[in-house]
């Protein structure tokens, strides 16, 4: 139940294109869904976040959606650049802040 | 405002051996949390501290030990090494316990030959 089940494991996606990332989790006590981008040799980075009263945030050229009944929360990168190759992780937290996080997503833009 | 910072960035360790590493959290925050990322895996709670106490762990042995300092910076000790603790461990910092974000450091690499 504290699993976050995240989709694709890799994805390749034009430069330009949309990108789309997908996770799923079982456990409603969630109060808190934020999405990581880690760049190889390092820690990730905080990218944005949602809350479950919230059905969509955007910030720039990332947009998360979120459909609490469904229990599933998706990313979408807009206008995708290669620059934005890396590694997404989406995470939700329960409580004191133990984040629980997805098994990662492989993006590669490709110019 | 100064960034979350660990230390040492690379280590090679034996079997066996006990390492310490070390994690400054950014400024302002009180809550420090550990996480151990293996390869291609999504990273893995080890546990929490706040204010000096631990408040929080994940399914990780009690060789996996840890401190917070008065400043708020923290060490993850780890006895008794084995070949599957390789792996990237991070830190992440927080302001208190109400606040969601948790900002991460650049990792330190184990490595247990």
């Known amino acids: 139940q504290q699993q976050v089940k995240q989709s694709p494991q890799s994805l390749i996606v034009q430069k330009g294109g949309i990108s789309i990332i997908n996770c799923a989790y079982e456990?409603?006590?969630?109060?808190?869904f934020p999405w990581y981008q880690q760049f190889p040799g390092k820690g990730p980075a905080l990218l944005i976040a949602i809350r479950p009263d919230v059905s969509e945030k955007k910030e720039g050229r990332f947009t998360i959606s979120f459909n609490k009944s469904a229990k599933q929360f998706s990313l979408h990168i807009m206008d995708s650049q290669p620059g934005d190759s890396a590694t997404y992780f989406c995470?939700?937290?329960?409580?004191?802040?133990?984040?629980?996080f997805g098994t990662g997503t492989r993006l590669l833009v490709s110019p | 405002e100064t960034g979350v910072t660990q230390s040492p960035t690379h280590l090679i360790k034996t079997r066996g051996q006990q390492v310490t590493l070390r994690c400054s959290s950014q400024?302002?925050?009180?809550?420090v949390s550990w996480y151990q990322q293996a390869l291609g895996q999504g990273p893995q709670f080890i546990f929490q501290y706040y204010r000096e106490e631990e408040n929080g762990r994940g399914n990780f042995p009690p060789r996996f030990s840890g401190l917070q300092f008065p400043n708020y910076s923290s060490e993850l000790n780890v006895n008794a090494l084995e070949l599957d603790d390789s792996a990237l461990y991070l830190c992440?910092?927080?302001?208190?316990?109400?606040?969601?974000?948790?900002?991460f450091g650049q990792g330190t690499r184990l490595t247990v030959v």
């Open positions: 456990n409603t006590a969630f109060d808190y």
């Open positions: 400024s302002g925050h009180n809550t």
């Open positions: 992440a910092s927080s302001r208190g316990q109400g606040n969601a974000e948790a900002f």
């Open positions: 995470a939700a937290k329960t409580g004191f802040q133990k984040l629980v």
